[in-house]
């Protein structure tokens, strides 16, 4: 079965540090996700992105925060200067819709995010 | 703002043996979808069951049920013959069938243990 993957699965980095996390939604899939989840807490989403731009996110993703799909596979998040708050677990997902029930969302492994 | 909650951080269950996990949900809305994700220690979230709200029916996925309350917004799932691949963290989720959002809201996750 087709899977979302994430690169690296853990990255560590200094504060004030740019870092780049990677994803390979499923290869058919048109709506693309990241979510984050602090250690101990939920699930957040952070942002979708549809049709080469974002659809939908939260108050959590401000400036700090990018997405892009450089190239016909790869999904990317960029987190410029990075804050102490921002270690997380962040998730990639994709669905071939909105990710309703019919199209629901698939998960990669996750990138697991720590800044010193 | 729909809001998930799980109210059982922690539960435990002999293997063959049955469990159920609870979540409630908060929302005006009259039609949206459900879902339960599964957080193996390899961190990634696979889905295991999904509802729609308009759906009276109770999903069922094998070992996997649900019962859907909507009157009382409550979706809990039960796991029958539980077995040891069955402990994971496990999060219900809700996502709006109106509008243009497609984002999910997690709740805070129960973390399931089997015992041999």
């Known amino acids: 079965e087709p899977e979302v993957t994430q690169t690296p699965s853990h990255q560590v980095t200094q504060m004030g540090q740019e870092v780049i996390l990677r994803c390979v939604p499923i290869s058919n899939h048109l709506y693309f996700y990241w979510y984050r989840q602090i250690l101990g807490q939920k699930v957040e989403f952070l942002v979708s992105f549809y049709n080469n731009e974002i659809s939908e996110k939260s108050e959590i993703f401000d400036d700090q925060f990018s997405v892009e799909r450089p190239d016909g596979s790869n999904f990317t998040l960029k987190i410029r200067s990075t804050k102490l708050e921002d270690s997380a677990m962040y998730f990639c997902?994709?669905?071939?819709?909105?990710?309703?029930?019919?199209?629901?969302?698939?998960f990669g492994n996750g990138t697991r995010l720590t800044v010193t | 703002a729909q809001t998930v909650t799980q109210s059982q951080p922690e539960m435990s269950v002999q293997e063959a043996e049955t469990v159920t996990l609870s979540c409630t949900y908060d929302t005006s809305e009259s039609d949206y979808y459900l879902f339960w994700y599964k957080q193996p220690p390899s961190r990634q979230m696979i889905l295991v069951i999904r509802q729609e709200a308009y759906k009276q029916q109770n999903a069922t996925e094998n070992r996997f049920s649900v019962n859907f309350q909507k009157a009382a917004k409550s979706f809990s799932l039960k796991i029958s013959d539980s077995q040891l691949g069955d402990a994971a963290m496990y999060f219900c989720?809700?996502?709006?069938?109106?509008?243009?959002?497609?984002?999910?809201?997690f709740g805070t996750g129960t973390l399931l243990a089997v015992q041999p």
């Open positions: 989720a809700y996502r709006s069938a109106m509008g243009a959002t497609n984002k999910l809201i």
């Open positions: 997902a994709s669905s071939y819709a909105g990710g309703s029930y019919n199209s629901p969302l698939h």
